[in-house]
């Protein structure tokens, strides 16, 4: 707790320095795939309440979320607050529109590459070790910090007859790819394995409203979304051998607007209190 107080210390003296000496107010966008933006947002809500810097969560891989439908049409300016201000207008960006039409038209869901095509945001919440390290290789992650862990975990229906299997696509993030090893790993080992009843979903939004929907039997998800949806659920552990624990790794992007606020952000979040956050939300924190 000491340590967490050292760092709220260091934060308020940069913020003072840096927002409040006439400058404009400091504004960051955080990108996360959508599994990860409820535990983004608690964080980026309390920095904003603590250090008042306003961070806008937004999802790269689910375009029909609430972020993107825009502001309530009945709120007049004069009545928004400050903070509504500045998210509406990240959220009006050029950047955030384009997004979206990427999310909805894309042929590929790299995020990772998406953003080392175009070079914008300040900050990505990314669950992908090759992600990042194409981040960091482009020279476009300017410092990467792991929080804590994801594992990916099978959901199995209890009501539902059928045997499809519901994944993600493997270009989606790191439960794409960790998904798509594992089942390479098991064709390896057993040539006669049937995938053939394989539903491929663009999220894992869509995948677990299927399986909570019984349109598929069993979906590979990852274990601090099933423990945040279904806490009353046990997961299904895949086999040792076949299954990682991910590091979901906060980047500061080249592209930020300011390093220092978005390296304070990136402290705070791998700190005790950030931390408690992903424990409260079913992450592995080590």
């Not at 929080?147 to 994944?167: D, K």
Request: hydrophobic letters at 40%; charged letters at 25%.
């Amino acid at each position: 707790m000491k340590h967490f107080h050292r760092i709220s210390f260091c934060i308020v003296l940069i913020l003072i320095f840096t927002v409040g000496c006439g400058k404009k107010p400091v504004v960051l966008s955080l990108y996360c795939s959508a599994s990860h933006l409820p535990v983004a947002e608690e964080l980026a809500k309390t920095f904003r309440l603590v250090y008042g810097v306003t961070v806008v969560c937004i999802p790269t891989d689910d375009a029909t979320h609430p972020v993107f439908s825009g502001p309530e049409e009945s709120a007049s300016k004069k009545t928004k607050s400050r903070y509504e201000i500045q998210r509406e207008k990240v959220l009006d960006s050029d950047e955030v529109r384009q997004l979206k039409k990427w999310i909805e038209n894309a042929r590929y869901k790299d995020f990772g590459q998406y953003l080392l095509d175009h070079k914008f945001g300040d900050l990505y919440l990314c669950d992908s070790p090759v992600e990042v390290q194409k981040l960091v290789d482009g020279e476009f992650a300017m410092k990467t910090r792991p929080l804590v862990h994801v594992t990916p975990v099978l959901m199995v229906h209890p009501e539902q007859g059928t045997e499809t299997l519901g994944i993600v696509r493997r270009e989606v993030g790191g439960l794409g790819r960790e998904t798509d090893r594992i089942l390479q790993n098991l064709r390896d080992k057993d040539t006669n394995l049937n995938f053939s009843q394989v539903t491929v979903f663009d999220n894992e939004t869509l995948l677990l409203k299927a399986w909570e929907e019984s349109q598929i039997a069993v979906a590979i998800c990852w274990d601090s979304t099933a423990a945040r949806l279904f806490p009353e659920i046990e997961p299904v552990a895949l086999p040792r051998p076949e299954v990682l624990a991910v590091p979901l790794t906060i980047c500061d992007l080249r592209s930020g607007g300011d390093y220092k606020i978005m390296e304070f952000f990136s402290i705070f979040a791998s700190s005790e209190k950030g931390r408690s956050f992903f424990q409260q939300s079913g992450y592995k924190v080590k």
